[in-house]
Antibody
């Protein structure tokens, strides 16, 4: 069965970076993309960006351009999302989700369990 | 401020039929299908309806989606206590060139 297993919670200081991993199993990793979505405490869902696991093509929400980097490692079927220059506004649960391979989709078929990122001095 | 507009709350009694609306614009729901996600407390969202009215395997047919113009709706019939959840709509936006979400609707089963 399709599974996306994310790395554990992180506590970072303001100004630091965080890198979250998302290990996929149960399907051909390179046939799909991975989107990253975050959810601040008590808030709704915010799309951060997408990466094609086939060719590494990325698309970022304007808000995260230049501050977020999404990558994949096809040898381990793992996607990564790094966010730099953290502020308290970045405290949230970060989710990865599988999306149809071609990109340009709001169909997030399967989700990881989420990774809580806490930003605190 | 979410691009898609949902009512913050909805409620119904067991067995009842409830609908949740999602209002958008020509660049998102007007041109593209809406998708719906269910987020149970403390868990990750789950795809509930995609491409407007399709259900992933395992989703009961009590859940259905529809669209009219620039608005979409999620209907839940035969309401059950474990339907109590937050429901989000989403659609691709052709101008923003990214998925956009509604703010979520918290459904309470009375």
């Amino acid at each position: 069965q399709v599974q996306l297993v994310q790395s554990g919670g992180e506590v970072e200081k303001p100004g630091a970076s965080v890198k979250v991993s998302c290990k996929a199993s149960g399907y051909t990793f390179t046939s799909y993309g991975v989107s990253w979505v975050r959810q601040a405490p008590g808030q709704g869902l915010e799309w951060m960006g997408w990466i094609s696991a086939n060719n590494g093509r990325t698309s970022y929400a304007q808000k995260f351009q230049g501050r977020a980097t999404m990558t994949t490692d096809t040898s381990t079927s793992t996607a990564y999302m790094e966010l730099r220059s953290l502020t308290s506004d970045d405290a949230a649960v970060y989710y990865c989700a599988r999306v149809p391979g071609g990109g340009g989709s709001s169909i997030l078929e399967y989700w990881g369990q989420g990774t809580l990122v806490t930003v605190s001095s | 401020q979410s691009v898609l507009t949902q009512p913050p709350s909805a409620s119904g009694t067991p067995g009842q039929r409830v609908t949740i609306s999602c209002s958008g614009s020509n660049s998102n729901i007007g041109e593209n299908s809406a998708n719906w996600y269910q987020q149970l407390p403390g868990t990750a969202p789950k795809l509930l309806i995609y491409s407007g009215n399709q259900r992933p395997s395992g989703v009961p047919d009590r859940f259905s989606g529809s669209k009219s113009g620039t608005s979409a709706s999620l209907a839940i019939s035969g309401l059950q206590s474990d339907d109590e959840s937050v429901y989000y709509c989403a659609a691709w936006d052709d101008i923003l060139t990214r998925p956009v979400f509604g703010g979520g609707t918290k459904l309470t089963v009375l």
